[in-house]
Each structure stands twice: as structure tokens, then as C-alpha cells.
């Protein structure tokens, strides 16, 4: 029997008080064998800190298009959304899913979003 195909998963997380959620679904991701890399708006960092998907993602953590531990080449955003099968933003907050749909790219879980 062939196995199922392991996805590669970019998590966006925004700054709900439900962002601690995120943590046990990168935990869950990886225990099902998922390749997942996390994307933070600056909101969600008031409620988990980027080591903590850092350690459970075993990858560097996206908060910012200008700065950080990512590759920061000028097609970055490009560049993940291409590697992602799968966009996941939990939790979705209203001001990041108005922002989406107003297409206002401020950030760069919004930047991401809209790349994919």
C-alpha cells in the first residue's frame, strides 16, 4: 500500500488570543510528518513568541519582510508560496480576513497570503 503524500504547509498565525492554538497544530502537522513552516503577523507575537514555532517547526520563523532569521531575498513571499501546498491562517482574525480581502498587503502574512 503506498504511503500518502506529506504536504508542505505554510502556517500563518495572527494575533488572536487563539494564536497559542497554532503551536499544537504545528506540533500536530509535524507529528503527521508535514514539512510546515510558520508566518507571523507582529500582532500574533503578543501572544506566542517565534522561538516557540521556531523550536516545534525546526525552521526559521517569517515576521517580517525587512528583517529576521529568514531569508530575506526581494521574492521571499515568491518564493515560500511556491514551496507551500497548503496555506493554513489559524486563527484568522476579522481584521487580518478584511485585510485579505481588501487585498492590503501590510505585513508579510498578509504579503504571503495574497502571494499564494
Excluded at 526559521?60 to 532569521?69: A, K
Aim: with cysteine; net charge neutral; glycine share 8%.
Amino acid at each position: 500500500m503506498r504511503s500518502p503524500r506529506k504536504s508542505r504547509i505554510v502556517l500563518g498565525v495572527t494575533g488572536g488570543i487563539a494564536a497559542y492554538k497554532a503551536c499544537e497544530l504545528t506540533r500536530l502537522f509535524k507529528k503527521a510528518g508535514h514539512e510546515v513552516r510558520v508566518v507571523m503577523s507582529a500582532n500574533a507575537e503578543r501572544f506566542v513568541g517565534p522561538l516557540t514555532f521556531h523550536s516545534l517547526s525546526g525552521e526559521p520563523v517569517l515576521r517580517s519582510l525587512h528583517s529576521g532569521d529568514y531569508d530575506l531575498s526581494a521574492t521571499s513571499h515568491i518564493d515560500l508560496a511556491q514551496w507551500g501546498d497548503l496555506l493554513v491562517v489559524a486563527p484568522a482574525t476579522a481584521n487580518f480576513l478584511a485585510k485579505l480581502a481588501c487585498g492590503i498587503a501590510d505585513d508579510a502574512l498578509l504579503v504571503e497570503s495574497l502571494a499564494f
